[in-house]
């Protein structure tokens, strides 16, 4: 049995995504209110500004979820290997519900719910590597797919 784990997900593109960007996003959500504030010693938001503002406090919140969902995915064996950079957790396969791309990023974001809860929740998104590539075509999900459960047909998981 090989130990060392495989991972699927880019180690790049998941630290930018889970780390880097969303650290940079907050810090310009919180630091810009902040440096107006003690500059001028008020907040105000001209009328033709109110929707942007608005639009962007509105956007954080699926961005703090997504960001709380993603996770590093590999495999060792036959088990799952999920890590968020402070911790990780091997999940059986059998214990995968589904593995699906997801309709809104196709082929650089991939979808894996599981039968029961996980140290990581019961849904988690990972990145494939080469996910910006393989986007014009698509099936990055499947290479995990064929992993899991190899004696399933292509594209019938039930």
């Known amino acids: 049995m090989d130990d060392e784990t495989q991972w699927l997900s880019g180690a790049l593109l998941t630290f930018l995504n889970k780390i880097v960007l969303p650290v940079l996003w907050f810090a310009i959500l919180l630091g810009v209110p902040l440096w107006v504030i003690a500059t001028t010693g008020q907040i105000s938001v001209a009328s033709g500004f109110r929707f942007i503002v608005a639009f962007t406090l509105i956007a954080s919140v699926p961005l703090a979820w997504l960001t709380f969902h ?16 402070l911790r990780e957790a091997e999940i059986p396969f059998q214990d995968v519900e589904a593995v699906e791309p997801v309709w809104w990023y196709r082929g650089r974001l991939v979808r894996i719910r599981f039968k029961r809860q996980t140290p990581f929740g019961s849904l988690i998104y990972y990145m494939p590597k080469w996910g910006p590539m393989r986007a ?16 399933v047909s292509r594209g019938n998981l039930s």
């Open 136 to 151: 014009m075509i698509g099936g990055s999900e499947k290479d995990l797919q064929r992993l899991i459960w190899p004696d």
């Open 70 to 85: 993603l996770q590093r995915v590999g495999y060792r064996g036959k088990n799952l290997v999920i890590g968020n950079y």
